[in-house]
């Protein structure tokens, strides 16, 4: 009888229910097999197969293409009909999910634990969300759109109650390198329960998801599982109502229940003296003892404005000398940063703005974590191209110790680190 796991055991392998890609992802990701063909730098580049009948579904080659139209072909259709209108991303996934479980009603998958879960065992929430004036006008207008594309194929409640299932369960699909493609729906990982100190890596391969364990897990190993459903460093008071406003719980895991783990993380200064972090309630350093008397009033209304790119570098030099990056508002700032220095192409402005974001990502991620290992692989990639050699050996060391553990020896992030690293 298994009593525990140790970290980087597969917990859960769960197939993709039904998906739709962003936007912004289209031309580059499979509406077939969710592959992101052009992710690797080292490879040469491919053009995929686009539909030439609603020009908005993408393929890697004839034979995803062909795999894909039994589901695809009932798409094409209305989205052809109401050309060149296009419908919100939502109203796809609404009736993607709609038209699987009209093909295959009583589809279900086997859970790790013996349980059997099924599209019909999804959490609605539906009170909750008719309840909310935001969500329920939403729907409203959604369910416009879906009858202009499919008449009256679906009854109104059969549609509110996916879209119920919908937003209760649906999760952001990344790719190897953690770029958000699409959003999908997995009946096995919308049975597992949600922690702000997740035990797991998830992993999204193909048309997959894997969770692996990133610590020790004890028995019963999937009911002891956890996946954290907020994707952003926030302090608790944030956690907590976005988690309440989306999925209508209040959490109070071991995170949220601990409120000096939250010190630096809602609001920090430099220390005059030291440089380390200085909480907003604090009067003085616990790093140096020094009193502080820094006034950021003026500085904090930075970090929520609209900047363009010329003006966000000018403003992340402001405030780099006056928060520190424990301050959550800080940490994502200087994310924003590195994403402009990517785009002008100014690497070593963003490896120095990276390795300043380590510590942060050190605090708030588990030593095992994919967003830390991925953090590490930019790192890396950028020291090794600005030829410094033997960081960039150390960065990648920690990359495979991760992801051997979160993706394993034989996945193409692995494999591609094998050859960044021979690049040396």
């Not at 599209?119 to 004036?133: G, P, R, T, V």
């Not at 929520?304 to 000398?321: G, P, V, W």
């Not at 100014?346 to 095992?368: D, H, R, V, W």
Request: glycine content about 4%.
């Amino acid at each position: 009888m298994v009593t525990s796991i140790p970290p980087g055991t597969l917990v859960l392998k769960s197939p993709c229910y039904s998906h739709i890609i962003s936007p912004h992802s289209m031309s580059n990701v499979c509406d077939s097999c969710l592959a992101s063909p052009n992710i690797f730098d080292h490879l040469p580049p491919v053009s995929l197969y686009r539909c030439s009948r609603c020009k908005l579904s993408y393929y890697c080659n004839m034979t995803c293409q062909r795999d894909g139209w039994s589901d695809h072909s009932k798409e094409c259709k209305y989205l052809k009909k109401i050309q060149p209108r296009v419908p919100p991303a939502i109203v796809r996934l609404i009736l993607r999910t709609c038209q699987k479980n009209k093909k295959e009603p009583d589809l279900n998958e086997k859970l790790p634990d013996g349980s059997i879960r099924s599209f019909k065992d999804l959490e609605m929430h539906k009170e909750d969300i008719s309840n909310n004036i935001d969500k329920k006008e939403a729907f409203s207008s959604f369910l416009q759109v879906i009858q202009a594309c499919v008449g009256d194929l679906f009854t109104a409640d059969h549609l509110f109650e996916t879209y119920c299932r919908v937003l209760i369960n649906s999760t952001e699909i990344t790719d190897c390198m953690g770029n958000s493609v699409g959003t999908g729906l997995y009946l096995g990982l919308s049975a597992v329960d949600h922690s702000c100190a997740p035990n797991v890596n998830v992993v999204f391969t193909n048309t997959e998801v894997e969770l692996r364990a990133l610590e020790t897990i004890s028995a019963p190993v999937f009911g002891n599982t956890r996946v954290s459903y907020n994707n952003s460093v926030l302090p608790i008071k944030l956690r907590q109502d976005r988690l309440k406003e989306d999925y209508f719980f209040l959490c109070s895991c071991e995170l949220c229940s601990n409120r000096e783990l939250d010190l630096f993380c809602e609001g920090s200064t430099l220390c005059e003296a030291c440089k380390g972090p200085v909480g907003a309630t604090q009067d003085s350093c616990s790093g140096c003892g020094k009193g502080q008397e820094v006034d950021v009033t003026n500085e904090k209304g930075i970090f929520f404005e609209s900047l363009e790119n010329d003006q966000l570098m000018k403003a992340y030099n402001i405030l780099r000398t006056k928060f520190h990056i424990y301050d959550y508002r800080m940490l994502e700032f200087s994310e924003k940063a590195m994403a402009v220095c990517l785009i002008e192409e100014n690497f070593e402005k963003f490896y120095q703005i990276g390795e300043s974001l380590l510590p942060a990502y050190k605090k708030y991620f588990s030593p095992n974590s994919t967003s830390l290992g991925l953090h590490l692989a930019k790192l890396a990639k950028s020291a090794i191209y600005l030829n410094k050699t033997e960081d960039g050996i150390s960065y990648l060391k920690q990359c495979f110790e991760i992801f051997k553990l979160s993706h394993g020896e034989d996945s193409k992030l692995y494999q591609y680190l094998i050859t960044l690293r021979d690049t040396i």
